[in-house]
Nanobody, 122 residues
Framework: QVQLVESGGGLVQAGGSLRLSCAAS????????MGWFRQAPGKEREFVAV????????DVADAVKGRFTISRDNAKNTVYLQVNSLKPEDTAVYYC???????????????WGQGTQVTVSS
C-alpha cells in the first residue's frame, strides 16, 4: 500500500513557475514508477510525465516538453514536477501516481494522490 500526497499547486500568472511535490508513505517508494497526470474541467485525465524507479529514465508529454521536468528523490520518498513557462492551458488538477512500470495511461497506475490545483492566469 502506498499513499501519495501532492502539494505545491497554486495560482500563477502566465510565464510563471511552480514546483509540485508528491510525498509517498511506506518503504517501497523506490519499487514504483512514478507518473504525473492532469485533468482540466470537462476533459479526460492526461499524461504529463513519468520517471523510472531509479530516476534514470524520464519522459514528458509533447505539450509540456521543454517546460516541465520530472525528478525524484528516493531517500525522501518524493517525486517532483518542475513546471516552467506556464500557459493558461496548463490549468488543471495535477495528480501523481505510482505503478509497476512505465506507462502513459491512467489505467496502468495503481495508487493515486488527491491532486493539487494549478491555475494559470493570462
Amino acid at each position: 500500500q502506498v499513499q501519495l500526497v501532492e502539494s505545491g499547486g497554486g495560482l500563477v500568472q502566465a510565464g510563471g513557475s511552480l514546483r509540485l511535490s508528491c510525498a509517498a508513505s511506506g518503504r517501497t517508494f523506490s519499487l514504483y514508477t512514478m507518473g504525473w497526470f492532469r485533468q482540466a474541467p470537462g476533459k479526460e485525465r492526461e499524461f504529463v510525465a513519468v520517471i523510472t524507479k531509479n530516476g534514470g529514465g524520464t519522459d514528458v508529454a509533447d505539450a509540456v516538453k521543454g517546460r516541465f521536468t520530472i525528478s525524484r528523490d528516493n531517500a525522501k520518498n518524493t517525486v517532483y514536477l518542475q513546471v516552467n513557462s506556464l500557459k493558461p492551458e496548463d490549468t488543471a488538477v495535477y495528480y501523481c501516481a505510482a505503478g509497476p512500470r512505465v506507462a502513459y495511461t491512467p489505467y496502468d497506475y495503481t495508487y493515486w494522490g488527491q491532486g493539487t490545483q494549478v491555475t494559470v492566469s493570462s
